[in-house]
């Protein structure tokens, strides 16, 4: 079988087996799981040795259907498989007490499944089918626990958010392909002038709806209502990070002009939400108001012109976030909760998960020698060295500023408390998903130079500043640990503090400057819609009774007369047949009576002339 086929299938047909015999979910998953990391491995391998893979399928006309592996491709492909596995691994536990496990290790398939499409997909028509999948998966996962207050409204809040936002790359798509001429990815990237800015504003709107970018960050925190590992998975290498690498995969094609918006969201986005995670009252929903920020700083250095460096970071953050959702879910069975009051002393609980989500904490934080640090310094670099360094590098320093502090903070209150030992159901298993994924965050900062190599590009090395790019990254990170760490969020945001908390919602946020309108737009327009179908209906009734008139005057009156003259004419006929009796004296004694009755009339008409 094609490997690629293989990533892809491994995981659907184990969701299709698990759905057929409704036993043994979680370790069909793991198989399928497993199956499609050792397809993607040696995909990778393939791509180091400088080999490719393609399977092409049957499309539209003159419009293929493209699966490739390139290095690009390949590499993000074992970031899915990797980081899915992993939290598969840990979901095993987390899980084991529910009665729906094969309803959820199927849609987490069918979700890995999907993503995987994604990231291989070599035509926009195939990678579109597979952003639909990922957002149906999504919302699937958000609202598993559907029967719980506001977990609906949650997941169709994600839903309609992403959806809205998916808009901005179908036109991109259409822009592209009438364009180029061609569905290919890689063609369309040639494409230069107004339809690359067009196109690249529209894809920015896409992606700022995935990976939940300001001003539509809010969903995001809110799809927390799903399991840990659905959030894990959301958050690091799947769904959230969709929007990321869709603007990594096009950057080539990107103008000055668009490079300097993304950059812009990006930056904004890192510190707003930055804000808001330092001062958020929930652990997980910290870590979501975090995800939003890294990946605001992956925007930042995709719009300095250094894909590279958002690369980095998104393969450092998938396995640190994935790590640290992870250590939250333990934390949230120790306690029944994730309010940050509740989870005071949380981790003297549990001292060996806490120090596994500390080393996930300052991996994110960017303290050396974790991979965070490598990527933060990339960003940080590519910043100082991009044309807009007075715009971008300030807000990559203060998002790498906030990152320390609220995972400080995090941390102080995890330790801080009382202890309160309480069995965990599935420990195991959960411990061994972490585990694997904080082993990843610490080390793989180390393979970054080989990614360099793969991609046979590198990150900038002249900065227009005197002192090197890492002194203000780890500057920037350790300050910001010491800032969470001695003071509290309402000593470090001041009057900000209610602002923040309520999302820096503006004349009542996205509720009333989105959502209500939209509803009260649709309400107006289902109001002219009972209007013109009562009126269309009225016309209709009108119309009917013309028919029905018309049809009376048919039947009655012109039918009627056409009857009534037919049988005064079938009545004359038979009188007439009745005068050819064949006896000659009666036939002379007519032709007699009328030869007078001529001549009488041709008199009389003399006389009166």
Not at 575 to 594: D, K, P, Y
């Amino acid at each position: 079988m094609n490997l690629i086929a293989a990533a892809i299938l491994a995981p659907l047909s184990m969701m299709v087996l698990i759905l057929l015999l409704r036993r043994f979910p979680a370790a069909l998953a793991l198989l399928g799981a497993a199956v499609g990391m050792f397809a993607s491995l040696y995909l990778l391998a393939d791509a180091f040795n400088g080999q490719g893979n393609q399977l092409i399928l049957p499309g539209l006309p003159d419009m293929p259907l493209r699966l490739i592996s390139t290095p690009l491709t390949a590499l993000l492909s074992t970031l899915v498989a990797g980081v899915s596995s992993l939290v598969l691994v840990y979901a095993v536990g987390y899980m084991k007490k529910d009665s729906e496990k094969v309803r959820f290790f199927a849609t987490m398939l069918l979700f890995v499944s999907a993503m995987q499409t994604l990231v291989l997909a070599g035509d926009w028509i195939l990678l579109l089918a597979a952003w639909e999948l990922i957002g149906l998966s999504s919302y699937l996962l958000i609202g598993f626990w559907y029967r719980r207050p506001g977990v609906t409204s949650a997941a169709t809040r994600a839903f309609l958010v992403t959806r809205s936002a998916d808009l901005g790359l179908y036109i991109a798509v259409f822009i592209l392909i009438a364009s180029a001429g061609s569905s290919d990815i890689a063609t369309t990237l040639n494409t230069g002038g107004n339809a690359a800015i067009a196109a690249g504003f529209f894809l920015l709107v896409a992606a700022m709806g995935k990976s939940a970018q300001t001003p539509l960050h809010d969903w995001l925190q809110r799809a927390m209502a799903g399991p840990t590992p659905v959030s894990a998975l959301l958050h690091s290498a799947t769904l959230v990070a969709a929007g990321a690498i869709l603007l990594i995969r096009v950057a080539p094609m990107l103008p000055p002009e668009v490079l300097l918006v993304i950059g812009l969201v990006g930056g904004v986005t890192t510190v707003v939400t930055g804000l808001i995670a330092l001062g958020e009252r929930d652990l997980k929903r910290l870590t979501a108001a975090s995800t939003s920020s890294q990946y605001g700083l992956m925007l930042v250095a995709v719009g300095a012109g250094v894909p590279l460096a958002a690369l980095l970071h998104l393969i450092a953050h998938a396995t640190i976030k994935s790590g640290l959702f992870l250590g939250a879910g333990i934390f949230q069975h120790s306690r029944n909760s994730t309010v940050l009051v509740n989870l005071q002393g949380a981790g003297r609980d549990r001292p060996r998960v806490f120090f596994g989500y500390a080393l996930a904490a300052l991996a994110l934080a960017g303290i050396p020698p974790m991979s965070g640090y490598f990527s933060k310094e990339a960003i940080i670099a590519a910043s100082l060295a991009s044309p807009n360094v007075l715009l971008l590098a300030p807000l990559a320093l203060a998002g790498t500023l906030l990152t320390g502090a609220y995972m400080a903070r995090a941390l102080r209150i995890l330790w801080h408390g009382d202890r309160k030992s309480h069995k965990i159901v599935g420990l195991y298993w959960m411990g061994a998903g972490l585990a694997g994924l904080v082993t990843l965050a610490v080390i793989l900062g180390v393979a970054f130079p080989a990614i360099e190599t793969l991609l046979n590009t590198r990150l900038p090395e002249n900065t227009p500043t005197r002192f090197p790019p890492e002194i203000f990254g780890l500057g920037a990170a350790v300050g910001g640990l010491i800032l969470g760490w001695f003071f509290t969020a309402r000593r470090l945001l001041g009057p900000l503090l209610p602002w923040v908390q309520q999302g820096f919602t503006i004349a009542g946020g996205f509720d009333n400057l989105m959502v209500r309108p939209a509803f009260a737009i649709a309400r107006s327009c289902e109001r002219l819609e009972r209007i013109l179908y009562a009126g269309v209906f009225a016309v209709g009734r009108f119309g009917l009774d013309i028919g029905r008139a018309v049809r009376r005057n048919d039947e009655q009156g012109i039918d009627g007369l056409i009857f009534s003259l037919v049988r005064n004419t079938v009545e004359l006929g038979s009188r007439a047949r009745s005068l050819q009796s064949g006896l000659i004296h009666r036939e002379m004694a007519i032709t007699v009576v009328g030869t007078a009755l001529i001549l009488a009339a041709l008199l009389l008409a003399l006389l009166v002339y």
